[in-house]
C-alpha cells in the first residue's frame, strides 16, 4: 500500500499570501495523484486530478504540479473561503490512500 | 446537478452488519461506478470499495472479508453493508461517484471521485 505524506500538518496564513501544500508518496505514484478540500462538516471536493489538471469549477488560483513522489498544491493568492483541510490520493496502486491532510488555518 | 445522500443507521451494536444506502438524485447511477468511502473521526480518509451499475465490484483487500456493496438501478441507490463491526469501523461515511472522460474510443473511467454526499456517521457501540 502507497503512503502518502502531507507536511506540514498545518499551516498558518493570511488572506492574499499564497499556499504551497507538499505530499510526498512512498513510491512513485507517477502523474496519478490528485487533490481535494474538505471544509468542516462538508464533504471532501475535487480540486486537482492528474497532478495538475484542475476539476470543473475550480477557480484558477489553484495549481497542481509534480510527478513521481513529489507533488504541490499551490495557492496563489488565499480567499476566506480557502482555509480547510487538503488531502492528497494516489490511484497509481489500489486500494488508492489518502494523506492525512494538511489544515490551512487563518493566521 | 447529480446530488449523492448517505442514509441508515447512526448507531450499530458490536459483531452487528452495518448497512448504509446512497441515493443519486439529478442524475442517472447508469454508465457510472460509484464509491464508499470512509472518515474515522478526527483521522484521515479510507478507501472502501466500488461497484459498477452493472454490478461488478472492487473493494479494500484490508476490508473484503466483511464488505458489500450492491446497486438497484431501478432506485438510483447502491448499498454497502460491513459485517462484524467493531468500535474501529466507526467513522462518516461517504458516498461518492468516479468522474468519467470521453476521447474518441468513448467513455472511460478514473478513479477521482466527485461529487461526494454529505457523509452520515456511524457508531459502533453497545
Known amino acids: 500500500e502507497i503512503v502518502l505524506t502531507q507536511s506540514p500538518a498545518t499551516l498558518s496564513l493570511s488572506p492574499g499570501e499564497r499556499a504551497t501544500l507538499s505530499c510526498r508518496a512512498s513510491?512513485?505514484?507517477?502523474?496519478?495523484l490528485a487533490w481535494y478540500q474538505q471544509k468542516p462538516g462538508q464533504a471532501p471536493r475535487l480540486l486537482i486530478y492528474d497532478a495538475s489538471n484542475r476539476a470543473t469549477g475550480i477557480p484558477a488560483r489553484f495549481s497542481g504540479s509534480g510527478s513521481g513522489t513529489d507533488f504541490t498544491l499551490t495557492i496563489s493568492s488565499l480567499e476566506p473561503e480557502d482555509f480547510a483541510v487538503y488531502y492528497c490520493q494516489q490511484r497509481s496502486n489500489w486500494p488508492d490512500t489518502f494523506g492525512q491532510g494538511t489544515k490551512l488555518e487563518i493566521k | 446537478q447529480v446530488q449523492l445522500q448517505e442514509s441508515g443507521p447512526g448507531l450499530v451494536k458490536p459483531s452487528e452488519t452495518l448497512s448504509l444506502t446512497c441515493t443519486v438524485s439529478g442524475g442517472s447511477i447508469s454508465s457510472y461506478y460509484w464509491s464508499w468511502i470512509r472518515q474515522p473521526p478526527g483521522k484521515g480518509l479510507e478507501w472502501i470499495g466500488y461497484i459498477y451499475y452493472s454490478g461488478s465490484t472492487n473493494y479494500n483487500p484490508s476490508l473484503k472479508s466483511r464488505v458489500t456493496i450492491s446497486v438497484d438501478t431501478s432506485k438510483n441507490q447502491f448499498s454497502l453493508k460491513l459485517s462484524s463491526v467493531t468500535a474501529a469501523d466507526t467513522a462518516v461515511y461517504y458516498c461518492a461517484r468516479m468522474l468519467r472522460f470521453y476521447d474518441s474510443s468513448g467513455y472511460y473511467y478514473v478513479r477521482w471521485f466527485d461529487p461526494w454526499g454529505q457523509g452520515t456517521l456511524v457508531t459502533v457501540s453497545s
Open positions: 513510491q512513485s505514484v507517477s502523474s496519478y
